[in-house]
């Protein structure tokens, strides 16, 4: 392909400080990682293989991040929910379409908003948690727990 794509580098400020999320955000990122040195390889068997996982891994993390930001309260709920939707929908066309077609320039710029999408939600979007939990959270208790 004509450009390489670059991949994600992890770090610390990208921790929310919620050792769970964490963890999951990083794997996140691993998979993606995964995924773009593959098409930049050109190896079709892994970037299928990898764009099928970050999907799957993408159900898991929304499901868990969506249940944590029920038990906290937090305000903007249905706004992040329907971010996380467009960022699914959009990594589930592109495990379609690596499956169905082999031109690396246009998986490339798919990915390359998804990269993009990822990465608004990691260290854009998922902050507002934290701020959220000190300014207004509302269940003391919760608060308590998660910030120490
Ligand atoms: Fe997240
Ligand atoms: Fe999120």
């Known amino acids: 392909m004509g450009q390489r794509l670059s991949q994600?580098?992890?770090?610390?400020r990208d921790k929310l400080g919620f050792t769970d999320?964490?963890?999951?955000?990083?794997?996140?990122?691993?998979i993606i990682n995964r995924v773009i040195r593959?098409?930049?390889?050109?190896d079709q068997v892994q970037y299928r293989l990898h764009a099928n996982n970050f999907a799957q891994a993408l159900i898991l993390?929304?499901?868990?991040?969506?249940?944590?930001?029920?038990?906290?309260?937090?305000?903007h709920l249905d706004k992040h929910r329907a971010?996380?939707?467009?960022?699914?929908?959009?990594?589930?066309?592109?495990?379609?379409?690596?499956?169905?077609?082999e031109d690396l320039d246009t998986l490339g710029g798919y990915l390359e908003e998804i990269k993009t999408a990822l990465l608004e939600d990691i260290?854009?979007?998922?902050?507002?948690?934290l701020k959220?939990?000190?300014?207004?959270?509302?269940?003391?208790?919760?608060?308590?727990?998660?910030?120490g």
């Not at 999320?21 to 691993?30: A, F, P, Q, S």
């Not at 593959?38 to 050109?42: L, M, S």
């Not at 971010?83 to 499956?99: I, K, T």
């Open 21 to 30: 999320l964490d963890i999951e955000h990083r794997g996140l990122v691993e």
């Open 83 to 101: 971010h996380h939707q467009s960022l699914l929908e959009g990594a589930l066309a592109f495990n379609r379409l690596s499956h169905s077609m």
């Open 132 to 147: 959220f939990l000190e300014t207004e959270g509302a269940d003391k208790t919760v608060k308590a727990r998660l910030l």
């Open 61 to 75: 993390h929304f499901a868990n991040e969506e249940t944590f930001l029920h038990e906290i309260r937090y305000s």
């Open 8 to 12: 994600i580098e992890w770090s610390d």
């Open 123 to 129: 260290r854009g979007g998922d902050h507002y948690f």
């Open 38 to 42: 593959a098409i930049n390889e050109d």
